[in-house]
């Protein structure tokens, strides 16, 4: 008998951009948006599909905290202390 070390399930870390933007809690209509200039997180083909990597959504996140992305200079600022 043959011992087989499985290899891990690559397609488990892929999501669509449906699942992505479920994550994100965007419309889908918004990542594609980002994916035109290059803005969001970082995604490609697979056949006819967009698909996006966990991790990336992940460092693409910790990356807009880090940056203050999104962050309102506006009159909102001004009621923190």
């Given at each position: ?14 999501l669509?951009?449906?699942?992505a ?5 965007a ?10 200039p ?18 990336d959504l ?6 807009q905290a880090a ?9 909102l ?5």
């Amino acid at each position: 008998m043959t011992d087989q070390i499985s290899a891990p399930d690559r397609t488990a870390e892929l999501l669509t951009i449906g699942e992505a933007a479920q994550l994100l809690r965007a419309p889908v209509a918004t990542l594609r948006y980002w994916r035109h200039p290059g803005t969001g997180p970082h995604s490609f083909r697979l056949g006819r599909r967009i698909v996006y990597r966990r991790d990336d959504l992940g460092s693409w996140i910790d990356g807009q905290a880090a940056s203050g992305s999104g962050t309102s200079s506006g009159p909102l600022d001004a009621r923190r202390p």
